[in-house]
Every structure is written in C-alpha cells, then in structure tokens.
C-alpha cells in the first residue's frame, strides 16, 4: 500500500509516537478497547522483532564482507553491501550507499517500516526510501511519499533518510517484464 485516492497517509502522527517509543499505538479513535490496544501492542513488538533480525542480518553480513585485515575498523558500524552510487547531475561525485532500501509508497505500511527500521538501527546509517512513479511524478503516492517524508525528518531529524524518485512508465516495465518478474 500506497495512499491511493490522491491523499496522503492519515497516520503519520502515529509514527512520532512509534518514534518515541510510545506504549499501544492508536489509529483510529473507536479502538480504545483495552484488548484491540494489547493486540495492536503485541502485533507492534512482533513486527519490530522481525525488522530488527533483518537489520541483525544486514550488520553481519556487511561486517562478515569488511576485510580482516583492517585492524582499525569498528565492529560497531554497519558498512553498505552495494557500492557508491553517482549522483545525478553531478560528473564523478558519489553518495555513500546505504545498507538499508524500502520501497516506500508514503502509506502506512512503509511508513511503519520507515519507522522500525529506524528504531533498530544506528542514528548514523541512512536510510534509502525509493518511491516509483509511472505517472511523470506526478501520482499520489508521489505526494505522500513526499509528505511522509517530511514527517520522517521531523521526527527522527539525527537519521539521514533519503528519498529516491524513481519516474518510470507501464511501457519500461512491459518492456523489462521478463527480466524483472
């Protein structure tokens, strides 16, 4: 999911209280049952659980591919499994990859894993967030992508997040089809 009818995600105020490590998170107002709120609570610790053994995961296999023979390097640090990438417009300048890449649409499921990812890794990784488009950047979830960003920076302002534009149109895709499926 992404924000589909042309609006952008209703919850983003739910991710400062995920951010900050608020209790049972609420949605919506009618889900004040004492039961709708554990299970949300607990359906909210499973999900961070698994993001934090795939960024587990991530640590190991980027600290399992630094060479051995940097006796200065710090095991605490998580290093990119992809190389620099160039930046656009610019000849020869790079920007450090990240370990880390969530198609994000800016609706409530990336944003939640936006959110996760970010409480189980270092402030000092930075997040890649990629949003593709198939209407000349023009889509919704162009837009909530852009908005949840916004949020996303406020909220958490010490994590670099980088949101990655990605214009395509269906005619690449059935022309890649093959390839990609």
Known sequence: GGAGGGEPAPALGAVEQLMRGAGALCLHDSLQDVCAEAAMHMLLQELQRAVEVRCKCIERATLDSAKPSTPSADPTSITPILPDLPQPNTSGSTIASSPVMILFSGGVDSVLLAALVHRSLPPSVPVDLCNV???????????AARSALEELCSCAPDREWRLIEVDSSLEQVDVHKQRLL
């Open 133 to 143: 488009c198939f209407d000349g950047g023009r889509s919704p979830d162009r837009l």
